[in-house]
């Protein structure tokens, strides 16, 4: 089935140490979006690929950086974490963008010690 | 930035009863999607309303939408203990592919 796949499904760092995240997608979508998502909050949008394109939201911290080697793969990058990064980070594809459904992955759970 | 509002914040409700929520924004938009999540998951998209449409149903789901009160619901009938869950509104705005999402209702459905 065509999905969209995220590893690690739980991720413990220690604060200040670089942490990795992973997404892939068996859709063949072009856009890919990463977004934090607090307890009992909205998903928050951090930045998004539109093919090779990269945007950046205007208020994501530059602790936050991302990559899209090929168009399957997108990577979370948290180049020194805090305690306030803690959350569920979730990645997100759709066809083309507007007027079609994303497709989220199941998240990364996030917690920094 | 989130632009819907979300209204209840939480719902409790019998198994076979209906569950409606309700969803204000504050811009124009080409359209607007309701997404579920399960506790601890990533979301699944329910239906998509476009800004001409009113209403639409998808198996136990209708949603409504009024863009002069810029407000949607989403009535789930018959709920099922499966259907509990938090359930979020995203808008699509105007010149703008990216969603904007609702802090969400969160549905328990009580056996």
């Known amino acids: 089935d065509a999905m969209v796949i995220q590893n690690p499904r739980y991720q413990v760092t220690q604060f200040g140490k670089p942490v990795t995240l992973s997404c892939s997608q068996t859709?063949?979508?072009?856009?890919m979006y990463w977004y934090q998502q607090k307890s009992s909050q909205a998903p928050k949008l951090l930045f998004h690929?539109?093919?090779?394109?990269?945007?950046n939201e205007a208020d994501t911290p530059d602790n936050f950086q991302s990559r899209r080697p090929n168009t399957s793969f997108c990577f979370l990058d948290i180049r020194s974490p805090g305690l306030g990064d803690a959350a569920m980070y979730l990645c997100?594809?759709?066809?083309?963008?507007?007027?079609?459904?994303?497709?989220f992955g199941p998240g990364t759970r996030l917690t920094v010690t | 930035s989130q632009q819907g509002e979300e209204d209840p914040q939480a719902l409790s409700i019998q198994e076979g009863e209906n569950a409606t929520m309700n969803c204000s924004y504050k811009?124009?938009?080409?359209?607007l999607q309701w997404y579920r999540q399960n506790s601890g998951r990533g979301l699944v998209h329910l239906i998509l309303?476009?800004?001409?449409?009113r209403e639409k149903h998808s198996g136990r789901l209708r949603v409504t939408l009024d863009t002069s009160k810029k407000s949607s619901s989403l009535l789930i009938t018959a709920s099922r203990a499966a259907d509990t869950a938090s359930y979020f509104c995203?808008?699509?705005?105007?010149?703008?592919?990216?969603?904007?999402f609702g802090a969400g209702t969160t549905v328990t459905v009580r056996a």
């Open positions: 690929y539109y093919d090779k394109d990269f945007n």
């Open positions: 995203a808008t699509e705005p105007i010149n703008d592919y990216k969603l904007s």
């Open positions: 997100a594809t759709s066809d083309s963008g507007r007027f079609y459904e994303q497709y």
């Open positions: 859709l063949n979508h072009n856009v």
């Open positions: 309303i476009r800004s001409n449409e």
């Open positions: 811009t124009s938009i080409n359209n």
